[in-house]
């Protein structure tokens, strides 16, 4: 079976624009871990279900897959700073303070676009990724437009306006 140059599949999929999300899970022990994504979708409604994947080298792969719960923290538009924050290693993710209890007591960002607190499900084998199912348990939808990653930058989505049709122009 032939197999795509990764150069040509990384551009092709950089295309393809996606939701910045950033998941906490807090541990027994009461330690937070968080990480950013962007490959978040919705995966059932009846139960009402996400997935989002985590990279299988990620610091925080043994947190999240050994979890009971979990949120998920959908960007606004101007927070692309708590993105890079939670996308670098060997930093306190959460010493900016901007995170707080949420729901189900997990660390949550007040003003994010929306929130979703999972159940851990299940977690499935992608490759170089896990991909992490939860049941959506509560969820929080905010006034602010979501962040969107898209062309290897962060966007904020524009809504299209109605145009006039031919007919009704004079």
């Not at 990384?10 to 022990?29: D, E, L, N, Q």
């Not at 990279?55 to 792969?61: D, E, G, I, V």
């Not at 897959?65 to 306190?92: C, K, P, W, Y």
């Not at 977690?123 to 990724?129: E, K, M, N, Q, W």
Request: glycine share 8%.
């Amino acid at each position: 079976m032939k197999t795509i140059d990764p150069a040509v599949f990384t551009s092709t999929m950089s295309r393809i624009p996606g939701p910045v999300s950033v998941a906490t899970t807090v541990t027994p022990s009461g330690l937070r871990f968080g990480f950013t994504g962007s490959s978040l979708s919705s995966l059932s409604l009846d139960p009402p279900m996400v997935l989002i994947c985590l990279s299988k080298s990620a610091s925080t792969h043994t947190a999240f897959t050994h979890a009971t719960q979990f949120m998920i923290n959908v960007l606004a538009a101007g927070q692309s700073e708590v993105a890079l924050r939670f996308a670098q290693s060997g930093v306190d993710r959460f010493a900016a303070g901007d995170m707080r209890p949420c729901e189900l007591g997990l660390p949550g960002l007040p003003d994010a676009a929306a929130r979703l607190a999972c159940a851990l499900v299940d977690v499935l084998d992608g490759g170089d990724h896990s991909i992490l199912t939860g049941r959506v348990l509560e969820a929080s939808v905010g006034a602010r437009s979501p962040l969107v990653y898209w062309d290897r930058s962060f966007n904020r989505p524009v809504p299209l306006t109605r145009t006039t049709t031919n007919s009704s122009r004079k």
